[in-house]
């Protein structure tokens, strides 16, 4: 029996979404945005937000990085990320592409996360020969961070305090946001334009929609000047949606009655179990279990015993011979897959 840990990628539709999408299909409405699911999704967005918002929902997670980051940073600007950030290391330079010439500067951090500290020691130290050298015009974050982790309110203020100080619009990567309120305890909007956050990337694919992301744009200028910049972007690199309603129908299913962060709870509270067990079963944890993902270093007969008890997931080695798992729960996932992976472990 096959126990798929690999990715909430690998994870099915959640049945409040294939519901609003069975009942989209049965309409007539009109194309690229001007239908009655998009207007109520702007609506739905300000209510999650606390605030009026601009709202371009997209297809893909690689499109709402690299358009926000284009719409605000100019074409020979550079982005602070975290060196494993997705849009460093797994989006085939697509922020570059489409921000036309755009450079991303990855900066390492412990867990996934960036510190003013290693932000500004990056800013300080970099040469700059003035018209020759690429400004700094940009910061972009991920929460949930690739190890899982998250960012407090207090630690997005910190770092936005410090990016809008220097001259620098503030991206958040929300692929697995709603991992991230979940187990915040902190509100959207604590943890977005509360922040500092200028525009975000907010991710329902991974957390039980069927191809549904979007650009959600707080500052101020922006939404008075911007988003005519962000449709036309939208539009010139294909990523305008004629049937967009369908898009827009998967988020009002998916953020209506709570279903994203219950969703995201039940992804949550697994990996917190799969990583207890673990633990207990004396695995050494590479990160903090904060999210729905599980960092675990694995020796080879460790290994070998969960892969023949039938779990999937990626694995990079380790210099001292093991391999670090990563082990992603999703919104379908099963307590007693989980428990079965612990046993397997356990007994190995």
């Known amino acids: 029996m096959e126990v798929n840990f690999a990715s909430d990628n690998n994870s099915g539709v959640c049945p409040e979404v294939m519901a609003a999408l069975a009942e989209e299909a049965e309409r007539f409405d009109a194309a690229y945005g001007l239908d009655q699911a998009s207007a109520r999704l702007e609506a739905k967005m300000a209510d999650v937000f606390e605030r009026p918002v601009g709202v371009f929902p997209v297809a893909t997670g690689t499109a709402a990085n690299s358009l926000a980051l284009a719409v605000t940073n100019p074409p020979w600007g550079g982005v602070v990320c975290h060196a494993d950030a997705h849009i460093q290391v797994d989006e085939c330079a697509a922020p570059t592409v489409i921000g036309s010439g755009l450079t991303l500067h990855p900066v390492a951090g412990a867990h996934g996360k960036l510190t003013p500290d290693a932000v500004s020691r990056h800013l300080d130290t970099r040469r700059d020969s003035g018209v020759h050298t690429v400004p700094i015009t940009g910061l972009s974050l991920t929460n949930s961070t ?194 079965a992976l612990i046993d397997a472990v356990a007994g190995a």
């Open 146 to 339: 690739e190890a899982g982790t998250r960012y407090t309110t207090a630690e997005l203020g910190a770092l936005s305090e410090l990016a809008h100080r220097r001259g620098m619009r503030v991206h958040l990567d929300g692929a697995r946001f709603a991992n991230a309120v979940a187990g915040a305890g902190s509100s959207p909007a604590e943890l977005t334009w509360g922040a500092g956050v200028d525009i975000m990337s907010f991710g329902a694919t991974k957390g039980g929609a069927l191809a549904a992301e979007a650009i959600v744009v707080f500052a101020d200028d922006l939404l008075d000047s911007g988003t005519e910049s962000i449709e036309r972007l939208r539009k010139r690199v294909g990523h305008l949606l004629s049937k967009q309603r369908f898009a827009s129908a998967q988020f009002n299913a998916w953020l209506g009655d709570g279903v994203w962060l219950g969703r995201a709870d039940h992804a949550n509270d697994l990996a917190r179990r799969l990583g207890e067990g673990l633990a207990d079963a004396g695995v050494e944890l590479a990160h903090p279990v904060e999210t729905n993902m599980v960092f675990a270093l694995l020796d080879p007969a460790t290994n070998a015993a969960a892969r023949a008890a039938g779990a999937t997931y990626y694995t990079e080695s380790t210099p001292d011979e093991r391999v670090e798992a990563r082990l992603v729960t999703s919104w379908s996932s099963r307590l007693a897959d989980v428990e």
